[in-house]
C-alpha cells in the first residue's frame, strides 16, 4: 500500500529542480559519486516524484535531465528514468514522512562494507544520536527489482540504508537532509577507517552507550517539540 505524504505537503517542481541539481553537484564534488553514477529525486506530491535520468554525470544536471515520473512508473518523457527507479519507489512507498531519496557510492562507507566492517560497533556517539543503527541490506545486482526488495523493510525505520557492494541509500524530509545523512556515514566510514590504521578501535562502555542514547532521546525530543 502507498504511503501517503503527512499532512499533504507537496514541493513546486522549480524548488525540486534547484534542489537536485545543487545536491548532485555536492555529491559530485565530494567524490560521493563519479561519472555517471547515483541517482537523486524528490516527491512532487502523493502520486509524483521528480527523479534523475539515466546515463548522466549528477555534478552537471540541467533541469533537462530531471524526469516527472508517477508513482507507478509512468514518465513525461521519452528519456529514460533512472535504472534504480525502483529504489526510490520502495522508500517512498514505506515512508509516508519523506520527500527526497538519495543513492550514491561514497568511497569509504564502500570500502569498509567491502572489508566487512560494520559502522554499528558503538565509537561515534554523533552517529548513535543522529542516525542510531546504519543497515546492510543484503547483496542485490545493481538496478534489479531485488535491490529494491531488499531494502523495502530495513526503509522502513532506517534513514541510511548500505548497499551490500553497492554503496547507500537515504532518505529525508527535504534533499539537503537526505544529503547531510550520507555525509555523516561517509565521515563516520572515514574516521573508522583511519582508526583502524592507527590502533585499536575503542568502543564505548556500556555505561557510556547508555548515557549517549539517553541523550539522544532528549534531542529528538527536542526537535519533536519544535
Known sequence: MMAK????????????????????????????IVATDG????????????????????????????????????????KPVSSEFALHLAAYTKRADITSVIHAHPPYTLALNLAG????????????MSLGEIPTAPFAPPSSPETAAEISESIKTHDAVILDRHGIITVGKNIEEAFFKIERVEFASKVIHLAI???????????????????????KSRLVDK
Open 197 to 219: 590504521q592507527s590502533g585499536e578501535l575503542r568502543e564505548l562502555s556500556e555505561e557510556q552507550l547508555e548515557a549517549v542514547k539517553e541523550a539522544a532521546g532528549r534531542y
Open 117 to 128: 566492517i560494520t559502522l554499528n560497533k558503538p565509537v561515534l556517539p554523533e552517529i548513535i
Open 5 to 32: 505524504l503527512q499532512q499533504n505537503k507537496s514541493l513546486s517542481r522549480s524548488d525540486a529542480e534547484r534542489a537536485i541539481i545543487e545536491t548532485g553537484k555536492l555529491l559530485y564534488d565530494k567524490g560521493y
Open 39 to 78: 541517482n537523486l529525486s524528490v516527491r512532487l506530491d502523493d502520486d509524483h516524484i521528480l527523479i534523475t535520468v539515466s546515463g548522466v554525470c549528477k555534478g552537471r544536471l540541467t533541469k533537462s535531465d530531471l524526469i516527472k515520473c508517477s508513482m507507478e512508473g509512468s514518465s513525461e518523457s521519452n
